[in-house]
């Protein structure tokens, strides 16, 4: 089973993490795609507007000193703490350069995904109708099933 699993740093996110640390147990065969996501450019691939991190990776500290960087791989560094226990060899960490739906999308048609697993951030009505949802727009585009955390 491959899962995708954006990541942001919320409380929320934090539960999602809890809740695919329940999902896989037990299971024989799984890979954990995590994102995070910074608004920023950064060149990419031209295939693909986001990258895996790898540990001791070039683009790593390419990143490392970009403006926002820093922030995103310290929330995959925190994410993989919390997952301690798990094989890393199943948990792979990618950053998107865009917008957090977008990239979720992406990801999803280009990793020929099972199922993505992302909470909500509980916005109102009026909240989502001026900002938008990643939430909501990953829902009514995904060909990709979805869970979602409340």
Request: aromatic content about 10%; hydrophobic content about 45%; charged content about 20%.
């Given at each position: ?32 795609l ?10 990419t691939?031209p295939?693909?507007?986001y ?5 001791d ?10 403006e ?15 997952l ?25 048609e280009?990793?020929n ?9 509980g ?28």
């Open positions: 089973m491959k899962i995708l699993l954006p990541f942001d740093g919320s409380d929320s996110s934090y539960k999602a993490l809890g809740y695919v640390k329940e999902f896989v147990a037990g299971m024989s065969e799984y890979e954990i995590l994102v995070t996501v910074q608004k920023t450019f950064m060149p691939p295939d693909r507007p990258i895996e991190i790898m540990p990776d070039f683009v790593a500290e390419t990143i490392m000193h970009h926002y960087g820093r922030v995103h791989l310290n929330l995959l560094s925190d994410a993989l703490k919390y301690n226990g798990f094989s890393h060899s199943r948990i792979r960490t990618y950053v998107g350069f865009g917008h957090a739906a977008d990239i979720i999308l992406e990801m999803s280009l990793e995904l099972d199922i993505i697993i992302m909470c909500t951030h916005m109102g009505a009026a909240r989502r109708f001026t900002l938008g949802s990643v939430t909501d727009k990953v829902v009514h585009h995904s060909a990709t099933p979805i869970l979602i955390l409340r």
